[in-house]
Structure formats: structure tokens, C-alpha cells
């Protein structure tokens, strides 16, 4: 009888290992098949290179390789990489807290949101790039001007998803804490918080791409340093392997970013669950 009572208590443990070794496996194969379709494409882009168009107009990998090895032995692969990194996170964050923040606060005032709502699609709707001057006539052309690019670019996303996140909530169950006399804090902390995570998991995606935009727009408009500057600076003497070598950087940064970011919302996720 005991054995029985054990193995039962056993089985759950052993299902969880199983699902954690199957989802390991999953994870190194599609790693590797990731791993395996960049190679195959830098491998043709190479070839392309090479043989098939001039370099000139399309570079190749191996010059971008030996681009990007001179710029980290001089050090300006982490001077511009920092310069941008720091304005398009500082915007990112910035944009996150303040887009929470409103995207919580017309969802709790809804009059107030049917009256602004329009407004605000119309200016999510506008192209930053078009308002590039104008951040650089009022914060001049240091960090504040990149920063502020960024911040434009994600803020609309953040609070639009929290918005959209809350009203997708169930109204019963916010109304049945509310009769059990639960305070808002509590209401928001417990239920609206952990209920709006997935969507404001789906904005920082989404922002980071943007924030990185926002800052090179920035560069490009007016800027000593930073992956956007170098890139415009390739471009004015027609480097096209300077170019490449920008977008590549940017590439990666973004890739990592958002990597590093669907990991600390899975767990968070896990945790929470």
C-alpha cells in the first residue's frame, strides 16, 4: 500500500521532468535550425558576392566580418553600440512606465478615454520620422533629442496594449472582487497586473525594434556618434560595407533584446502560474 501511495506521488515529479527534457529538446532543435538558416543565407549572400553581382552595391560577409574585427580593436564597435543602446533603452523605459501608466489610468476613466481615443490613434498614426526636426529643435541634437524619439515611438504601443489588455478582462470578476469590498490596489495588483502581463509582454517585443528606430532616426538627423550616425557616415562615402555593417549590429542588437526579453516574461510567466 505504501508503494502504491509513493509511486502516486512520484508520477507527477516524473511527468514534470519528462515535459522539461522534451521542451529542452525542442528548444536546442529549433536553436539549431536557426542557427542553420543564417548560415545558409549569409553563405548565398557570399556567393552572391562574389560571383553573381559587385560587391559594391551588396558587400559580402567576410568584408563585414573584417569590418566589424577593425572596429572592436579600435573601440568604436562599442563606442556607437553603448551611444545607441543607451538612447534607445532610456527611451524604451521611459515609454514603458509612462504608457502603462495612462494606458491604466483611461482604462479606469473609460469617459474619459471615449473622448481622447481618437485623438490619440491619430497621433500613433503619424510618422515619427516627419517630427525628427522638430525633436531637434527643442532638445538640440545631444541625448535628449534620441531619447525623446524613442520614447515617441513605443509609448503609443505600451499604452494602447494595456488598454486593449484591461478591457479584454472579465467585468464579473473585477465586479465580484469589488462586492467583497477589495480595494483598487488589491484589484490592480492582483488581477489586472498579472491578467495585462501577456499583453504588455507583446509591447516591449514590439517596442524594442521601435526604440532602436527611434533612436537611429535620431542619429541620422543630427549626431557625432552612435550606429546611426556610422551608418549615414558609410552612406556619404559610399561604403557600402560600412552600411551593411550598421544594419548588421542593429540586427543583432534587436535579436538579442528581444531573446533576452521572451526569457524574463517566461518565467515571469512561470512563476506566476
Known amino acids: 500500500m505504501s508503494n502504491l501511495f509513493t509511486s502516486s506521488q512520484l508520477q507527477p515529479k516524473r511527468q514534470a521532468d519528462n515535459a522539461l ?3 529542452a529538446a525542442t528548444s536546442r532543435r529549433i536553436f539549431s535550425q536557426q542557427v542553420l538558416f543564417i548560415l545558409v543565407l549569409l553563405l548565398v549572400w557570399q556567393a552572391a558576392g562574389s560571383w553573381f553581382i559587385d560587391p559594391f552595391w551588396v558587400s559580402r560577409p567576410g568584408d563585414i566580418a573584417l569590418r566589424l574585427w577593425q572596429l572592436t580593436l579600435n573601440g568604436d564597435l562599442w563606442r556607437h553600440t553603448a551611444t545607441t543602446l543607451s538612447e534607445a533603452g532610456s527611451g524604451l523605459i521611459l515609454g514603458a512606465v509612462v504608457g502603462i501608466a495612462l494606458g491604466l489610468g483611461l482604462a479606469r476613466f473609460r469617459a474619459i478615454a471615449n473622448v481622447v481615443e481618437p485623438l490619440l490613434m491619430g497621433l500613433y498614426s503619424l510618422p515619427r520620422v516627419a517630427l525628427a526636426p522638430l525633436f531637434v529643435l527643442w532638445f538640440g541634437i545631444g541625448l535628449s533629442a534620441k531619447v525623446m524619439m524613442s520614447f515617441s515611438m513605443v509609448l503609443f504601443v505600451f499604452m494602447l496594449n494595456v488598454l486593449e489588455g484591461v478591457r479584454s478582462l472579465d467585468r464579473d470578476h473585477i465586479d465580484l472582487m469589488r462586492t467583497m469590498r477589495a480595494s483598487p490596489r488589491y484589484i490592480l495588483r492582483r488581477i489586472m497586473l498579472p491578467a495585462i502581463l501577456p499583453w504588455i509582454a507583446a509591447a516591449v517585443r514590439i517596442a524594442v525594434g521601435l526604440a532602436l528606430i527611434g533612436a537611429v532616426v535620431g542619429e541620422l538627423i ?6 546611426g550616425w556610422y ?14 555593417t550598421g544594419i548588421i549590429i542593429l540586427l543583432v542588437l534587436a535579436m538579442i533584446a528581444n531573446s533576452l526579453i521572451g526569457r524574463v516574461f517566461r518565467r515571469m510567466t512561470e512563476w506566476r502560474q
Open 222 to 227: 543630427g549626431s557625432s556618434e552612435g550606429v
Open 21 to 23: 527534457r522534451k521542451n
Open 231 to 244: 551608418i549615414e557616415n558609410a552612406a556619404g562615402q559610399l561604403d557600402s560595407t560600412g552600411v551593411f
